[in-house]
């Protein structure tokens, strides 16, 4: 059984995880995302003394859950989650978001689209005032000619370096590459957001813009900070 992938125990990431739990009713279909707060989250959620279901992002949020009795529901067309809780890498005044650290960004957005309320589940060193301030922007891009899909990627984004993991590129779940993409200060969230969904070999990218209602951000002290949309 997968156990305790949220480990080290951290103030922050406990903190926010258990304000999130507390956002979860019997009867609701869930969306669950990834990253270490989600898995706190997902531990804290199969303790509970109700039956739940969820979609999850991730291979390995599906196992996790699956392990702590939570149902995995597919996204089959037939449903509509009441709530997904998701972390993030960056976090921006008015809940712009980075995600896609963890390499499941395209279907963390898939499982978000099919919510009705989305909550940010991290902590305060996520908070940032511009997006791309603190880390890369990651671009989900097809296999086939991705170094032309980097070529025409650069007029945007002149910094593109592939991911890699163990020697090779990193794959996502659904067998894409990732180019993880330096922000210039001067781009436009927004307008970034949409050129990049012109490019031919884009599959998806981590800006997630005017989809959060709130953010739960954990402190180093324990306590959580409320941001609101």
């Known amino acids: 059984m997968l156990r305790s992938v949220g480990d080290p125990s ?21 969306g669950l995302g990834s990253g ?5 989250l997902t531990e804290l959620l199969g303790g509970r003394d109700f039956q739940l279901r969820a979609a999850t992002a991730s291979n390995r949020t599906a196992e996790l859950a699956g392990s702590l009795g939570i149902e995995i529901v597919e996204l089959d067309g037939s449903v509509e ?48 005032q511009r997006l791309g301030e603190q880390m890369r922007l990651p671009v989900e891009v097809t296999r086939f000619a991705w170094r032309d899909t980097r070529r025409r990627l650069g007029r945007l984004l002149p910094d593109a370096r592939l991911r890699e993991s163990n020697g090779g590129p990193y794959l996502t779940d659904e067998g894409h590459y990732i180019l993880d993409c330096v922000v210039p200060p001067e781009v436009e969230a927004a307008e970034l957001d949409l050129a990049l969904k012109r490019i031919a070999g884009v599959v998806e990218h981590g800006l ?3 989809m959060a209602e709130r953010a739960l951000l954990g402190t ?8 609101s949309a």
Do not use: Q, S
């Open 10 to 30: 951290d103030p922050a990431r406990d903190a926010a995880a258990a304000a999130a739990a507390d956002l979860v009713e019997p009867g609701m279909l869930i």
């Open 81 to 128: 989650l009441d709530l997904v809780l998701d972390g993030a890498d960056e976090v921006a005044p008015d809940l712009g978001l980075i995600k896609g650290g963890g390499g499941a960004l395209l279907r963390e957005k898939i499982v978000v689209c099919a919510a009705r309320r989305f909550v940010v589940v991290a902590e305060t060193p996520k908070k940032v």
């Open 208 to 210: 997630f813009l005017g």
């Open 36 to 40: 270490r707060a989600v898995w706190k």
């Open 220 to 227: 180093p002290e324990g306590e959580v900070e409320v941001l």
